[in-house]
């Protein structure tokens, strides 16, 4: 690419999670910014188990992206790019023009986990987390399953709050929350759930997804492939993560690994395209995906667009590794940084208490609604 200005280049970002609004407030006011999202807010998805138990919580994991961003803010949903025309097209046919594109598109879960694309609006998603908060508090026998981080850290919220109900962690692996870390760290995470009574069950398959009550409050049996019955009136998903990547199968489906996620090169651009850059869930630049890897792929990313602006050089990505933090209520929780793990008085200072939401805030250029409970 020849050398240009950044200040005159068109950069247009694809999707405003984590990974987008990092990105974004690295470039704001440096060149043409586009941040395009089908929703109107910015879904802090890590105050979700939160949200959950606590009236008002859900006010703090809802951030007005127009009040991010003013008028560089698009609400849209991406239907495709075209990099020979360098267009972004939205599903209404309007297309935009880039002279670098950030794919930012993330994962969905299931709710809580994360909010389906679909809820556009901040009312429509409070009343998403009104109506869980009444049936958590309506039902006396909750089981999630999964236990992975945001298995334990809801059903830790769930029995924090709520101590008289039963609440069981089933999976099929054979401990709490994958990934490499350290046993001492899971050591810690089930001894705290074990004092808040959380019942963990391992090594054991739900075969009956399908006919368990995920969307009401209702007396169902929980069953696993090892001919375990669970008795549940209420079940929470937190398995089946899949990245928002199905868009790009026709310009890129020959750049996606067999998880439907981009491929990208070391400088986190798309294989084959210099002003195509793909960062987050969607990439597959890491091994364990997390929303703290996204400020270091946004900085790379911004740093190489500069780059490649004034043809120089551009920066290698390098993970951070072995570093999590779980939260088990409001006070409770365990952490790994390198080869260090840390309790419950480190990570509720460092995470539990808000759950980040308060940082997330201001990235975006706003302040944490106070105490609504
Ligand atoms: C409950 C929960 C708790 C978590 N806790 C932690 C934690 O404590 N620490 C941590 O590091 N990680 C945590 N994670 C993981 C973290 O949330 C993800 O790694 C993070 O969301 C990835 O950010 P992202 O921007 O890549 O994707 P996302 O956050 O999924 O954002 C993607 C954005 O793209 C938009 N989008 C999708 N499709 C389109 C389209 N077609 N057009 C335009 N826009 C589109 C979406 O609306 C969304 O805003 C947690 C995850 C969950 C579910």
Same mark, same amino acid.
């Given at each position: 690419?020849?050398?240009?200005?950044?200040?005159?280049?068109? =950069?247009?970002?694809?999707?405003?999670?984590?990974? %987008?609004?990092? =990105?974004?407030?690295?470039?704001? %006011?440096?060149?043409?910014?586009?941040?395009?999202?089908?929703?109107?807010?910015?879904?802090?998805?890590? %105050?979700? !188990?939160?949200?959950?138990?606590?009236?008002?919580?859900?006010?703090?994991?809802?951030?007005?992206?127009?009040?991010?961003?003013?008028?560089?803010?698009?609400?849209?949903?991406?239907?495709?790019?075209? !990099?020979? &025309?360098?267009?972004?097209?939205?599903?209404?046919?309007?297309?935009?023009?880039?002279?670098?594109?950030?794919?930012?598109?993330?994962?969905? +879960? !299931?709710?809580?986990? &994360?909010?389906?694309?679909?809820?556009?609006?901040?009312?429509?998603?409070? #009343?998403?987390? &009104?109506?869980?908060?009444? *049936?958590?508090?309506?039902?006396?026998?909750? /089981?999630?399953?999964?236990? %992975?981080?945001?298995?334990?850290?809801?059903?830790?919220?769930?029995?924090?709050? @709520?101590?008289?109900?039963?609440?069981?962690?089933?999976?099929?692996?054979?401990?709490? =929350?994958?990934?490499?870390?350290?046993?001492?760290?899971?050591?810690?995470?089930?001894?705290?759930?074990?004092?808040?009574?959380?019942?963990?069950?391992?090594?054991?398959?739900?075969?009956?997804?399908?006919?368990?009550? /995920?969307?009401?409050?209702?007396?169902?049996?929980?069953?696993?492939?090892?001919?375990?019955?669970?008795?549940?009136?209420?079940?929470?998903? +937190?398995?089946?993560?899949?990245?928002?990547?199905?868009? @790009? *199968?026709?310009?890129?489906?020959?750049?996606?690994?067999?998880?439907?996620?981009?491929?990208?090169? $070391?400088?986190?651009?798309?294989?084959?395209?210099?002003?195509?850059?793909?960062?987050?869930?969607?990439?597959?630049?890491?091994?364990?995906?997390?929303?703290?890897?996204?400020?270091? *792929?946004?900085?790379?990313?911004?740093?190489?667009?500069?780059?490649?602006?004034?043809?120089?050089?551009?920066?290698?990505?390098?993970?951070?590794?072995?570093?999590?933090?779980?939260?088990?209520?409001?006070?409770?929780?365990?952490?790994?940084?390198?080869?260090?793990?840390?309790?419950?008085?480190?990570?509720?200072?460092? &995470?539990?208490?808000?759950?980040?939401?308060?940082? $997330?805030? #201001?990235?975006?250029? $706003?302040?944490?609604?106070?105490? /609504?409970?």
């Amino acid at each position: 690419m020849s050398p240009s200005k950044l200040s005159e280049m068109k =950069v247009v970002i694809v999707g405003c999670g984590f990974a %987008g609004a990092q =990105v974004a407030s690295q470039l704001n %006011g440096k060149c043409h910014l586009t941040v395009i999202d089908p929703r109107e807010y910015f879904h802090h998805c890590i %105050g979700s !188990p939160r949200a959950a138990v606590e009236a008002g919580f859900e006010k703090k994991i809802l951030i007005p992206l127009s009040k991010a961003w003013g008028d560089k803010f698009k609400q849209g949903k991406v239907r495709s790019i075209d !990099p020979e &025309k360098k267009v972004v097209i939205l599903e209404d046919g309007e297309e935009i023009s880039y002279d670098f594109v950030v794919i930012a598109t993330g994962s969905t +879960s !299931p709710f809580p986990g &994360k909010i389906d694309l679909d809820v556009l609006t901040i009312a429509e998603a409070e #009343s998403h987390y &009104k109506k869980l908060q009444e *049936q958590i508090n309506v039902a006396s026998k909750i /089981t999630v399953v999964g236990a %992975g981080a945001v298995g334990v850290e809801t059903a830790a919220e769930i029995a924090e709050d @709520f101590p008289s109900k039963k609440v069981t962690v089933v999976t099929n692996a054979d401990n709490v =929350v994958g990934g490499p870390f350290k046993d001492k760290m899971r050591a810690s995470i089930k001894n705290k759930l074990a004092d808040l009574g959380v019942v963990l069950i391992f090594n054991e398959k739900v075969t009956n997804l399908d006919e368990l009550s /995920t969307s009401s409050v209702g007396a169902c049996t929980v069953k696993t492939d090892k001919g375990t019955e669970i008795e549940a009136d209420f079940v929470i998903v +937190s398995t089946g993560m899949h990245v928002n990547t199905e868009i @790009f *199968q026709e310009k890129f489906g020959d750049k996606m690994d067999e998880r439907k996620n981009i491929k990208v090169n $070391q400088f986190l651009q798309v294989e084959g395209h210099e002003d195509v850059f793909a960062i987050g869930d969607c990439n597959n630049a890491d091994s364990v995906k997390m929303a703290l890897k996204c400020e270091g *792929q946004a900085q790379t990313v911004a740093k190489n667009i500069q780059a490649l602006c004034g043809g120089k050089s551009l920066k290698p990505y390098k993970e951070v590794t072995d570093i999590i933090a779980v939260s088990l209520g409001r006070n409770g929780g365990a952490m790994q940084l390198k080869f260090m793990t840390f309790g419950s008085f480190v990570t509720s200072r460092l &995470k539990s208490r808000d759950l980040f939401a308060g940082k $997330q805030w #201001s990235l975006l250029n $706003q302040k944490l609604p106070a105490n /609504t409970k």
